[in-house]
């Protein structure tokens, strides 16, 4: 009868329990990568399926990719890292080299320092140092917007390539205002968003000229006038009691509507003349910027446009 050794040896054609720390690249199957979730997965933080998810597309589309990260047994044969791509690896039923490192401290899980995870902002700074987190942060919410999408490890340096130019146009548009003005300063990005937005169709002037018009207003300037007024008015009336991401669905749809009125009136004598109800998106996405701005204006619901 084989006692348990044996069976991690003869599953996995090597023995995980040890003292002695070992290295060595090994092909794992998904009936090992099974075998070792079951059975050799003792402690480990919680299964999070959108991660697996992710890992698996990635295979899917490009191929598993080595980038040296290993499968990693403590002393005792329990992972300690990477029941992710284990799982993906069953999802996607590939065998996949990996490099294998037995015998690490059984605690050294809880007590060392956990390796920052990758963001789509490092990728992108990683590939261009001069990208700012605030450019970042505006190409963010500029794809959703655009196109109802989320920045992501896979998708940023590509996104970033095409909007780069449109993102910093866009954010001078706005940086003065919110070098001199505090009253939007949660909603920052959004406004940025929409400057760029305004870029990509030719109506940076548009953009520029709001600003300047929402500047006075608010720092009560003698230049201010009738649409900035109903903006700060309209936004004061009906936000209070909204989420955060209610407050920046709100201002965006607001700008969209305010650029509307400029292109009628460029000096800004034009009231809003708006109500709640004129903000819905299905009515918002049949005409104007709203609409101007959405790559597949058909296809995009409220819930997708909505940041979390």
């Given at each position: 009868m084989h006692n348990t050794n044996d069976v991690h040896m003869d599953i996995l054609g090597?023995?995980?329990?040890t003292d002695e720390i070992q290295v060595f690249r090994h092909d794992v199957t998904p009936d090992m990568a099974r075998h070792i979730l079951d059975y050799l997965n003792k402690d480990n933080r919680k299964m999070i399926k959108s991660q697996v998810n992710k890992i698996a597309k990635s295979i899917r589309v490009d191929g598993w990719l080595e980038d040296g990260q290993p499968l990693t047994f403590n002393k005792e044969g329990n992972i300690t890292e990477a029941q992710h791509r284990?799982?993906?690896i069953i999802m996607e039923d590939v065998t996949v080299p990996m490099v294998i490192v037995l015998g690490v401290d059984t605690g050294c899980f809880t007590k060392c320092a956990p390796a920052k995870p990758r963001r789509a902002e490092d990728e992108i700074q990683r590939?261009?140092?001069t990208a700012t987190q605030s450019e970042v942060s505006t190409l963010r919410q500029l794809l959703v917007r655009r196109q109802g999408s989320k920045?992501?490890?896979q998708n940023a340096i590509e996104e970033w390539t095409k909007w780069r130019f449109t993102v910093r146009e866009?954010?001078?548009l706005v940086d003065d205002f919110f070098d001199n003005v505090d009253d939007y300063n949660p909603w920052e990005r959004t406004f940025a968003a929409w400057a760029s937005l305004?870029?990509?169709v030719g109506q940076e002037d548009i953009a520029e000229t709001f600003m300047s018009l929402l500047q006075s207003e608010v720092l009560d300037d003698e230049s201010a006038c009738r649409l900035t007024k109903d903006f700060r008015d309209f936004f004061e009336k009906h936000s209070t009691y909204m989420s955060n991401a209610g407050r920046t669905e709100f201002v965006y749809k607001l700008l969209c509507l305010c650029a509307d009125r400029l292109?009628?009136?460029p000096?800004?004598?034009?009231e809003l003349d708006l109500t709640l109800d004129k903000l819905d998106h299905d009515r918002l996405s049949k005409r104007g910027f709203y609409r101007k701005f959405l790559e597949n204006p058909d296809n995009l619901t409220e819930a997708t446009l909505t940041i979390s």
């Open positions: 090597f023995n995980p329990i284990l799982e993906a590939k261009d140092k920045l992501s490890i866009g954010r001078k305004m870029v990509s292109m009628k009136k000096n800004g004598d034009i």
